[in-house]
């Protein structure tokens, strides 16, 4: 991969490509009867006069503006409209409360809030809130704000499943360094009709849902809000989506009737977020005739490892580190672990997609062991360099002095007839005695959830305790939310 030019400004790479097709719809916002549409011209119209109407209220480049706002078009036009101008957008989660927002505030420091009606902003904001965005667009452009690639371009706050959110501070660099996924995972071209089932708060919507489509000039679909997962099938084949990109979960509520599904244009599938299980693949590949390419990544670099139409990845693997890649798998000390070993998965401090750091009060702290970020993943890796997935670090349950993936136990229930979602955890059950939970949804009974551990697992993997929810918590992009399982499931033990 070619270095990041200089100077350079992530808004205006982002929207060159679709300077040569200007009427071409960059973005359709799609409802149950019609598709809010934006062409290439009318976008970055949008994007540069909110620029020139931002540096006109007196802000300054390296300014920081919270985004509170939902999956309208003002998102990315706010997003792209800062960047542009030299200020530093931080999105979050449509529906964080009042006291979660308050909590952040000392974190990022903000100069202003843009924010739309009805969504929840901090008891006291710290600055102004700029309303009526739309009405911003129409401004004077700005031009674009051009300079060193490596300078702060936003923040984002990883999801906090496993701890406090923390805020992710990338440079204008890291919009180039997503040009890897486009063949190593997409195989994203010009011609195609991306369609993202996120939030654009999210980084998995906001890279692979809008900013990678534009910089090939290629159309953006996204479902209007309050959209049910249900209806998305029609979404894709009425729009004639090629590629579609979501967690596993919304993959399987779309297969929850195990029925074929008609997509005549869909090419492939995309999922990240977190392990795809290989009978869903397959289920989605029965269902479509079309596969799944799976991605891992995460806030602080985004998607890095995934199979791709070009090369993909074999069973029950995570595919490969995508061309331009700096990969190890190390010890925590940092020493390499043999191939075929378990280890944990880190990033070269020189790939041009690692943060520049965590935000903090006297700027950012990018932790790093030897030239490594230890990214938290536990992976090994075959012979041909295909990886393979075994949870997170802090995930690991341990019983009976064992060391155990929730992954691996989950996996063992993959296909029970009647199971709709399931997922390992450790409880406390008295002072120093933890064993293994198994929450589960669906119809399927204990008795037969318990015959299959037996015959798929060891007796030291197997759950002692299985408690059935009627759905296990998840964020509101689909995600499982391990944390908030424990603290469920301690609350029901």
């Known amino acids: 991969?070619?270095?990041?030019?200089?100077?350079?400004?992530?808004?205006?790479?982002?929207?060159?490509?679709?300077?040569?097709?200007?009427?071409?719809?960059?973005?359709?916002?799609?409802?149950?009867?019609?598709?809010?549409?934006?062409?290439?011209?009318?976008?970055?119209?949008?994007?540069?006069?909110?620029?020139?109407?931002?540096?006109?209220?007196?802000?300054?480049?390296?300014?920081?503006?919270?985004?509170?706002?939902?999956?309208?078009?003002?998102?990315?036009?706010?997003?792209?409209?800062?960047?542009?101008?030299?200020?530093?957008?931080?999105?979050?989660?449509?529906?964080?409360?009042?006291?979660?927002?308050?909590?952040?505030?000392?974190?990022?420091?903000?100069?202003?809030?843009?924010?739309?009606?009805?969504?929840?902003?901090?008891?006291?904001?710290?600055?102004?809130?700029?309303?009526?965005?739309?009405?911003?667009?129409?401004?004077?452009?700005?031009?674009?704000?051009?300079?060193?690639?490596?300078?702060?371009?936003?923040?984002?706050?990883?999801?906090?499943?496993?701890?406090?959110?923390?805020?992710?501070?990338?440079?204008?660099?890291?919009?180039?360094?997503?040009?890897?996924?486009?063949?190593?995972?997409?195989?994203?071209?010009?011609?195609?009709?991306?369609?993202?089932?996120?939030?654009?708060?999210?980084?998995?919507?906001?890279?692979?849902?809008?900013?990678?489509?534009?910089?090939?000039?290629?159309?953006?679909?996204?479902?209007?809000?309050?959209?049910?997962?249900?209806?998305?099938?029609?979404?894709?084949?009425?729009?004639?989506?090629?590629?579609?990109?979501?967690?596993?979960?919304?993959?399987?509520?779309?297969?929850?009737?195990?029925?074929?599904?008609?997509?005549?244009?869909?090419?492939?599938?995309?999922?990240?977020?977190?392990?795809?299980?290989?009978?869903?693949?397959?289920?989605w590949q029965t269902a479509t005739g079309t596969p799944i390419h799976e991605a891992l990544g995460m806030s602080e670099c985004s998607t890095f490892i995934s199979g791709s139409p070009a090369r993909p990845a074999p069973p029950d693997t995570l595919g490969y580190a995508q061309p331009g890649r700096r990969i190890a798998i190390l010890t925590p000390e940092g020493a390499m672990v043999p191939t075929g070993e378990t280890g944990i998965l880190a990033i070269h401090r020189d790939d041009p997609g690692l943060m520049l750091g965590y935000l903090g009060p006297s700027g950012t702290d990018l932790p790093l062991t030897g030239d490594w970020f230890l990214t938290g993943d536990l992976v090994s890796q075959d012979p041909d360099g295909a990886l393979r997935y075994h949870g997170r670090r802090d995930d690991l349950m341990t019983t009976g002095g064992f060391r155990i993936s929730p992954l691996e136990v989950e996996a063992a229930f993959q296909g029970a007839p009647g199971l709709t979602d399931c997922a390992a955890s450790p409880v406390t059950i008295k002072a120093e005695t933890e064993i293994i939970a198994l929450a589960h949804s669906g119809t399927a009974t204990e008795d037969a959830l318990r015959a299959l551990a037996q015959a798929r697992l060891a007796p030291y993997k197997q759950p002692r305790l299985y408690i059935a929810l009627p759905a296990l918590p998840r964020s509101p992009n689909g995600k499982l939310d391990r944390r908030a399982l424990r603290q469920l499931l301690k609350d029901r033990t």
Not at 2 to 24: E, F, H, I, M, W
Not at 214 to 242: C, F, Q, V, Y
């Open 1 to 283: 991969m070619q270095s990041c030019p200089s100077p350079y400004n992530l808004a205006q790479d982002v929207l060159a490509a679709g300077r040569a097709t200007p009427d071409k719809i960059a973005l359709a916002v799609l409802g149950p009867a019609r598709a809010d549409r934006w062409s290439f011209a009318r976008l970055e119209r949008a994007v540069l006069g909110l620029a020139g109407a931002l540096l006109a209220q007196g802000f300054v480049p390296g300014d920081r503006m919270l985004l509170r706002l939902g999956n309208t078009p003002e998102f990315p036009v706010a997003f792209l409209g800062a960047i542009a101008a030299g200020l530093v957008p931080i999105p979050t989660a449509e529906g964080l409360t009042p006291p979660e927002l308050d909590r952040l505030m000392p974190l990022i420091a903000p100069r202003a809030i843009l924010a739309a009606p009805g969504i929840t902003l901090p008891d006291a904001p710290p600055c102004p809130v700029l309303t009526g965005l739309s009405a911003l667009m129409d401004h004077a452009p700005a031009p674009y704000a051009m300079g060193d690639p490596d300078r702060l371009a936003y923040v984002v706050f990883t999801s906090g499943s496993s701890g406090s959110p923390k805020p992710v501070a990338h440079a204008h660099r890291a919009l180039h360094a997503r040009r890897m996924m486009w063949d190593g995972w997409y195989g994203l071209t010009p011609s195609d009709r991306v369609l993202h089932a996120g939030a654009f708060n999210w980084t998995f919507t906001l890279g692979t849902g809008l900013l990678d489509p534009w910089s090939i000039g290629a159309t953006a679909l996204i479902p209007a809000p309050g959209t049910a997962p249900e209806t998305l099938p029609l979404l894709l084949k009425r729009h004639d989506a090629t590629i579609f990109a979501s967690v596993p979960g919304i993959f399987r509520k779309l297969l929850a009737a195990d029925a074929p599904l008609s997509l005549p244009k869909l090419r492939h599938a995309l999922a990240a977020g977190e392990k795809l299980p290989e009978s869903l693949r397959a289920r």
